[in-house]
T-cell receptor
Framework: KAGVTQTPRYLIKTRGQQVTLSCSPISGHRSVSWYQQTPGQGLQFLFEYFSETQRNKGNFPGRFSGRQFSNSRSEMNVSTLELGDSALYLC????????????FGEGSRLTVL | LAKTTQPISMDSYEGQEVNITCSHNNIATNDYITWYQQFPSQGPRFIIQ?????VTNEVASLFIPADRKSSTLSLPRVSLSDTAVYYC????????????WGAGTKLIIKP
């Protein structure tokens, strides 16, 4: 079956702009979680959605937001971009219950100039 | 909420067995423990998941003691291609599905 698809894979923005990243989960998966990973750093949890509801949120400023659609596809948005937002943004999908396996996409690499 | 702690880095040699331990205090009865492997510029990949005692699959074993305050990922006979970052994850099902990630252990395998 198709894996988790993230688009775009690479993008370059300038400070002050906003960006929207998309994540299409594996068919049948209802949970999507988002992560920020900067060079040499671990996974920083952004938020997790299940059936269009945000269940959990990490410690990121309000400039980071997300949503999930009825088909489980998810988007995250970062407004007023800062240089420090340059990172690999990963999403993962799962069935969302019983501690099931997370399947990650290849990520969207954002560069802020 | 649980907090996960794992070593920042480890070195080993080809053919050796490698054990990486993750400490997770405040783990609840229903929480699952999962380990992931990540190569540079890729998303993490599932290795193994367990709840208690021992789980084994074709690539690794996971040992969880009775008190479940830690878990150990065991990689038998590692090769150079096992050089990667390994993350432990505690999924807290009773806390609205909180995902508690460790900071990752960078494992370097030498020839």
């Amino acid at each position: 079956k198709a894996g988790v698809t993230q688009t775009p894979r690479y993008l370059i923005k300038t400070r002050g702009q906003q960006v929207t990243l998309s994540c299409s989960p594996i068919s049948g998966h209802r949970s999507v979680s988002w992560y920020q990973q900067t060079p040499g750093q671990g996974l920083q949890f952004l938020f997790e959605y299940f059936s269009e509801t945000q269940r959990n949120k990490g410690n990121f400023p309000g400039r980071f937001s997300g949503r999930q659609f009825s088909n489980s596809r998810s988007e995250m948005n970062v407004s007023t971009l800062e240089l420090g937002d340059s990172a690999l943004y990963l999403c993962a999908s799962s069935r969302g219950a019983e501690g099931g396996e997370l399947f990650f996409g290849e990520g969207s690499r954002l560069t802020v100039l | 909420l649980a907090k996960t702690t794992q070593p920042i880095s480890m070195d080993s040699y080809e053919g050796q067995e490698v054990n990486i331990t993750c400490s997770h205090n405040n783990i609840a009865t229903n929480d699952y423990i999962t380990w992931y492997q990540q190569f540079p510029s890729q998303g993490p990949r599932f290795i193994i998941q367990g709840y208690k005692t021992k789980v084994t699959n074709e690539v690794a074993s996971l040992f969880i003691p009775a008190d479940r305050k830690s878990s150990t990922l065991s990689l038998p006979r590692v090769s150079l291609s096992d050089t990667a970052v390994y993350y432990c994850l505690v999924a807290q099902l009773d806390s609205n599905y909180q995902l508690i990630w460790g900071a990752g252990t960078k494992l370097i395998i030498k020839p």
